[in-house]
């Protein structure tokens, strides 16, 4: 136990360290958790999950008051999962034992999980960044960005999404059955926080320089991607349905307006058919980008991943497989009639020369018909297949 209170008092707070080959800083990251409970009167643990160290992490947890628990399987989120698991405290505080925290001021953590917070994050922006804490491109590219998506993508008001220090409800947490085994971990944990509806406070938090002589764990531009595909796989609108709805509408304008003729934007500067072409291209992208988002989401519903979205989910339940199939039919029907037509015509001179950016500009329109009513249909199978009901075994 990291802390002087008898084992029969219920335990409130468990401080979680993730560790691997930590036997550099440990030590003085367990004092330090250790007297911030003696300081708060708070009965607590200080609890390490250990990924496996070689270097004697484990004899050193043990020797300073810290219970220690196991993970085989690798990685961060893996580390995190396995200690969460294995807290007893009401509360936890997790954070890299590193030294790069100073886990005896965690009153603000305390003190917002007191006030109802279920997750509290950390923002070392507010609290303040050391000389040498944080590489270049983490501090002023990665974070930045990946946060300000983190918060367009899921209106979460939170400005560090990557800080490793933070502290939440252990049943709300355990309740979001975490998946992710990486350093990807982090933004698993607050998404999914969010879209189960968890109130998310916020409170400043220091970083300093961390005291290790080996390079940290964490790499950029693996791990960046990592987080990035992570925001993106979990947001079906800004991944698929947006852009999707975006080329859609750009297409039919620029189809629209260049469907009569050549465009004349400026002396020496005409659109014509190619230019068309380009926008029936934005027509079937945006067409098939917007048919997977939404099977996107309305699979991610259905597995329970992603919230369910009432407004959404009564649209989507009147797109069914006949109505979608009846569109898809249309646009067939309609996009051979031109192809038809467009060959009729060329028929009636011999097959020999056309005005060839008319005869054109039907031909493509046409086909883009074809195509897009070929996606839709397929879309419309693929869909029902997804919501196949079926049987589960017995025992």
Not at 52 to 74: L, P
Not at 77 to 92: D, N, P, Q, T
Not at 251 to 262: F, K, N, S
């Amino acid at each position: 136990m990291g802390s002087e209170h008898p084992t029969s008092q219920p335990i409130e707070l468990t401080i979680l360290m993730p560790c691997l080959n930590e036997a550099e800083t440990l030590a003085v990251c367990i004092a330090k958790a250790t007297n911030f409970l003696k300081r708060s009167g708070i009965a607590g643990e200080v609890l390490i999950a250990d990924n496996g160290s070689s270097d004697g992490s484990q004899a050193i947890a043990r020797e300073h008051g810290a219970r220690v628990v196991a993970v085989t399987s690798r990685g961060y989120g893996a580390a995190l999962i396995g200690g969460i698991e294995a807290a007893r405290g009401r509360f936890v505080i997790m954070g890299d034992a590193d030294d790069s925290y100073d886990f005896s001021r965690l009153d603000g953590f305390v003190e917002a999980l007191r006030g109802g917070a279920d997750l509290v994050m950390g923002n070392r922006f507010k609290g303040g960044i050391g000389t040498g804490a944080m590489p270049f491109l983490h501090r002023y590219l990665g974070n930045p960005v990946l946060s300000f998506l983190g918060r367009l993508f899921f209106s979460i008001d939170a400005g560090d999404f990557h800080c490793g220090l933070r502290g939440f409800r252990r049943d709300a947490v355990a309740g979001l059955h975490l998946q992710t085994l990486g350093m990807e971990f982090a933004s698993e944990m607050v998404v999914r926080a969010a879209l189960a509806g968890l109130r998310i406070a916020e409170v400043p938090t220091t970083l300093r320089k961390d005291g290790r002589s080996r390079p940290p764990h964490l790499r950029t531009w693996r791990d960046g991607w990592r987080h990035l595909r992570f925001l993106l796989l979990y947001s079906p609108r800004w991944l698929f349905m947006y852009p999707g709805l975006a080329l859609i509408g750009l297409g039919i304008l620029g189809a629209a307006l260049l469907l009569p003729g050549p465009l004349k934007l400026a002396d020496g500067l005409t659109i014509d058919v190619h230019t068309f072409y380009v926008a029936c291209m934005g027509i079937l992208v945006g067409t098939q980008s917007l048919t997977f988002g939404l099977l996107a989401r309305r699979f991610g519903a259905a597995q329970g991943f992603l919230p369910a979205s009432p407004r959404l989910e009564s649209a989507l339940s009147r797109l069914t497989l006949e109505r979608l199939l009846l569109v898809a039919l249309a646009l067939l029907a309609g996009g051979l009639a031109g192809a038809v037509s467009a060959m009729v015509e060329w028929g009636g001179l011999d097959f020999g020369p056309v005005h060839y950016s008319s005869l054109l500009r039907r031909l493509i329109l046409s086909l883009t018909a074809l195509a897009a009513g070929t996606q839709l249909g397929l879309a419309g199978f693929l869909g029902s297949v997804m919501e196949i009901k079926h049987r589960q075994p017995e025992g």
